[in-house]
């Protein structure tokens, strides 16, 4: 008798379950960058941010790249400095740190990105890279949305909020509309 699995299948699995986490990974990355994202808008409404945001928007080809580039080269050590720490023994530190300078990070690169866009996809493997990349990640975003799990958890989530939501309206009545 032969145990040994079918021809693919341990290669499917383990490809299956990279394009999960890849997905997962990517899901948290967007969920974060689009917050982070207006939460920097709105500290760009301050007089001295604006201004530097203006000059930041209205830069260059290469000097966005620069702009986009550096901050995000400057906050690799840190993130390795967090793996130190973890390795060292100490867990609690090294995941704050990277913590801290993923948040962090993640908001300044989703400025920087949101302002020197333009100018960076006027750079032709740059805009390359930006399509190549925005491929890949909706065919693993398409993949896990199309997961049974994924669909499961969206309808019983929006079972939920309806409940909530009626149960709400028998206590309080219907929600004022919001204010735009």
Do not use: C
């Not at 341990?10 to 490809?15: A, K, L, S, T």
């Not at 993923?102 to 690169?109: E, P, S, Y």
């Not at 805009?127 to 309808?155: E, N």
Request: no cysteine; proline share 7%; glycine share 8%.
């Amino acid at each position: 008798m032969n145990a040994s699995p079918p021809p693919g299948l341990v290669r499917r699995i383990v490809r299956g379950g990279f394009g999960i986490l890849a997905a997962l990974w990517i899901l948290v990355e967007e969920w974060l960058w689009e917050g982070l994202k207006r939460a920097m808008q709105w500290l760009g409404r301050l007089p001295p941010v604006r201004w530097l945001e203006a000059r930041i928007a209205s830069a260059g080809p290469r000097t966005a790249l620069a702009l986009f580039v550096v901050p995000w080269l400057l906050l690799l050590p840190v993130k390795l400095l967090a793996f130190w720490f973890m390795a060292s023994g100490h867990a609690g530190a090294g995941v704050l740190v990277f913590v801290v300078a993923k948040v962090l990070g993640t908001a300044l690169l989703a400025r920087l990105f949101t302002l020197t866009k333009p100018a960076l996809l006027t750079i032709g493997w740059f805009r390359r890279l930006h399509d190549w990349f925005v491929a890949i990640k909706q065919r693993l975003l398409g993949y896990v949305r199309g997961l049974r799990v994924v669909i499961w958890v969206k309808v019983a989530s929006a079972r939920v909020r309806a409940a909530l939501r009626a149960f709400w309206h028998r206590i309080h009545g219907p929600t004022p509309p919001r204010a735009g």
